[in-house]
């Protein structure tokens, strides 16, 4: 699934959220779409959060497709520890943060219920 983010056309930075205009040189904003698709470049698990914070999460990475890299939260991983260089797709956001899904180990591909969750 396709994933709306907004380029500056100026200098090309991405943003996920509008903007009157680009934070870095100030040009227009324009909608485009990316895959939304990408791999694992770097992860961690995090085990100490914030208050309220459910621990431990894994907090990963991910080279986009068309994007760049991209820090998020992952999900989807089950007993086992993510791959660098798993793919995995952008699932929504989580209080502004990016998600991320790994596709399903055992069928090679993404759990349906993340369909329902990145519109
Ligand atoms: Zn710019």
Redesign the pocket.
């Known amino acids: 699934m396709p994933l709306t983010v907004h380029r ?1 056309e ?4 991405f943003y996920f959220e509008a903007s009157p205009a ?1 934070f ?4 227009d904003l324009k909608e485009a779409e990316v895959a939304g698709r990408g791999t694992i470049y770097s992860f961690t698990r995090v085990h100490l959060g914030s208050v309220g914070a459910q621990v431990p999460y894994l907090l990963a990475l991910v080279e986009m497709k068309g994007l760049g890299r991209v820090m998020g939260r992952l999900s989807g991983t089950g007993p086992d520890s993510p791959a660098i260089g798993a793919e995995v797709r952008f699932s929504g956001f989580w209080e502004k943060t990016p998600m991320f899904v790994m596709a399903d180990p055992a069928k090679g591909n993404f759990p349906e219920a993340d369909e329902r969750a990145s519109k």
């Open positions: 500056c100026g200098c090309g930075r680009c870095h040189c100030g040009a």
